[in-house]
């Protein structure tokens, strides 16, 4: 009888660890699931105020000014950016784009003349 007893304790232990783990099992794949669901990446807002979307192009460039300022006296004047500013300018510009509506893409080229290159404004009001 003593045996008899011991053995369905031990089924009962086992009954009850099987239930504890598939409970975490079944929680486990839940969140797997609401990971899924969930993106990665934030999405922003394109920004689509003509001020604010010069002002983001003239910090980026000011950035990549600030970066390279040898590079920046030797294209003074030349209208020709410096090879040295080909890719800084080319990473600015991807994230300028990323961030901006398409109407506002011609204001990276106008503050590049601006900042760069030192050329008079154009009339923005006309782009």
Known sequence: MELEKLAMLGIAVFVFMAAVSFYGFLRSMK???AQAKVPQ???RRLIGGDDSALA???SVIR???QKYPEAVQRCIGKLVVDTELEEPLAEARQYFLSRVE???RVLFNQVVDEIILEIEPRDRENT
């Open 41 to 43: 990446q934030r999405i």
């Open 102 to 104: 398409h109407r506002h």
């Open 56 to 58: 983001v192009a003239q």
């Open 31 to 33: 969140r797997t699931a």
């Open 63 to 65: 950035e990549v000014a």
